[in-house]
């Protein structure tokens, strides 16, 4: 009972991770162009 209980709760919790990660990443390609710019000028700065 306690296994399947854990197994349940690993997959609960792995669903909530992908999907809060898709909408990070989701973000981050909206503002990839700024991204890229931050990146660059830190890049030269270095």
Do not use: D, H, K, P
């Not at 209980?5 to 919790?13: D, F, S, T």
Request: proline share 0%; no cysteine; net charge positive.
């Amino acid at each position: 009972m306690q296994r399947g209980l854990m197994a349940q709760g690993v997959i609960a919790a792995f669903a909530i991770l992908m999907f809060s990660f898709i909408g990070i990443y989701g973000i981050y390609r909206y503002i990839g162009q700024q991204v890229q710019q931050i990146q660059e000028t830190y890049s030269n700065v270095r």
